[in-house]
C-alpha cells in the first residue's frame, strides 16, 4: 500500500520529512500536505516532533507575505485574511492534534476551540469598539481595487451599486466571527484529515466512531440559545461571534446526521449522503440553521440513545 510506505519513510527520515513538509507548502493547491504531516507526526510520533514540523510548515506562509505579499495583484485586504487563516488554522491543528492524542474526545476539542474564538472576537470587540467602521472602510477599499482591476480587463468603467453597499454594510456585522470561524473550521478539517491517515493504517473503523459520536454540552446549549436571542435584538459582538457557534453546532449535527445514516443499509447509504450533502450547499445558510438546531435538539434529547432503542 503506497500511503504505508509513504508513511514509514516520513516516520524513518526525520530531516527528509522536515524538508518535505517546508518546501511542499510554497506549491499551491498541494500545499496542505506540509501541515498534514505535521498533524500525523503529531498524532502517530511526538507531541514536539509535531510541533517542529509545524513551524515547517508554517514558514512558507509568513515568508511569502513578507517576500511577495505587497506585490501581489490581488488586494492586501484579501492576502492579508488568506495569511491569517492558513497560519492560525496551521497553529490549531497542532494544538487539536495534542489534545486528540492526549485522548480528548471531539467534542471537548470543538468546543474548546469555539470558546477560544468566542473569546478572540469578544476581545476584539472590547479593544476595538469601532471594528465594524473598520471593516466597513476596508470592504470598500476592497470593492474599489476589485472594480478598478474590473474597469482595466473589460476596457470601460464600473461603478458601485445598491447591492455592493448592502453587502458591505451585512458583512461588516460579522467579518471578524467569520475569519476566526475560518480558522477553526480549517484546522478541524486538517485534523480529520491527519486522523483518517492515522486511522486507516493502524486502526481502521475507529475515527468513523468518533466522529458519529459528537453531542455537544448543556451549556454550549443554554449559551447557544442566549446568543440566538441576543443576536435577534441586535447585539453586535453576538452577531460577529454567530458563525463561530454555527461551526460547532454545525459539526455536532453533521455528526449526528452521519450516526443516522449508519443505521441505513449500506447498498443506499452513500447515495444519501451525497445527496444530503448537495442539498446543503444549495440551500445555504438555511440548511446550516437547520443541522445547528438538530443538535440543539440532541443535547437534550440524546437521539442516538432514542434510536439505539427502536
Not at 498541494?30 to 513551524?55: H, P, Y
Not at 506562509?61 to 517576500?67: G, H, L, M, N
Not at 476595538?128 to 476596457?155: C, H, N, R, V
Amino acid at each position: 500500500m503506497w500511503l504505508q510506505r509513504f508513511t514509514n519513510y516520513l516516520l524513518d527520515h526525520r530531516w527528509q520529512t522536515i524538508a518535505l513538509a517546508f518546501v511542499i507548502t510554497f506549491i499551491p493547491i498541494i500545499g496542505i500536505v506540509g501541515i498534514l504531516i505535521a498533524a500525523f507526526m503529531t498524532l502517530r510520533k511526538s507531541i514536539a516532533e509535531g510541533a517542529v514540523l509545524t513551524v515547517a510548515a508554517t514558514l512558507p506562509y509568513v515568508i511569502s507575505f513578507f517576500v511577495a505579499g505587497h506585490e501581489a495583484a490581488s488586494p492586501e485586504i484579501v492576502v492579508w485574511a488568506a495569511v491569517s487563516v492558513a497560519v492560525f488554522s496551521n497553529i490549531l491543528t497542532w494544538v487539536f492534534a495534542v489534545m486528540l492524542r492526549r485522548k480528548a474526545s471531539w467534542s471537548t476539542i470543538l468546543q474548546l476551540g469555539a470558546l477560544t474564538g468566542v473569546l478572540v472576537v469578544s476581545v476584539i470587540h472590547l479593544v476595538f469598539p469601532d471594528i465594524a467602521d473598520w471593516w466597513a472602510s476596508q470592504l470598500q477599499s476592497y470593492y474599489a481595487e476589485a472594480q478598478a482591476m474590473t474597469a482595466g480587463i473589460l476596457k470601460a468603467p464600473v461603478s458601485p451599486g445598491d447591492t455592493q453597499l448592502e453587502s458591505i454594510n451585512i458583512t461588516k456585522q460579522y467579518a471578524s466571527g467569520l475569519i476566526v470561524a475560518g480558522i477553526l473550521f480549517n484546522g478541524i478539517l486538517q485534523l480529520i484529515i491527519a486522523r483518517w491517515w492515522q486511522a486507516v493504517l493502524y486502526a481502521p473503523g475507529s475515527m468513523r466512531r468518533e466522529l458519529q459520536s459528537i453531542r455537544l454540552s448543556s451549556l454550549a446549549g443554554v449559551l447557544f440559545i442566549v446568543s440566538l436571542v441576543l443576536s435577534y435584538l441586535g447585539n453586535s459582538v453576538v452577531l460577529d461571534i454567530m458563525p463561530i457557534l454555527y461551526i460547532l453546532f454545525g459539526a455536532a449535527g453533521l455528526s449526528l446526521i452521519h450516526y443516522l445514516f449508519r443505521l441505513m443499509s449500506a447498498s443506499s447509504r452513500w447515495f444519501w449522503i451525497l445527496l444530503l450533502y448537495v442539498t446543503l450547499v444549495i440551500s445555504l445558510p438555511t440548511s446550516m440553521i437547520f443541522i445547528a438546531v438538530l443538535a440543539l435538539a440532541d443535547i437534550w434529547l440524546d437521539m442516538r440513545k432514542r434510536v439505539s432503542k427502536v
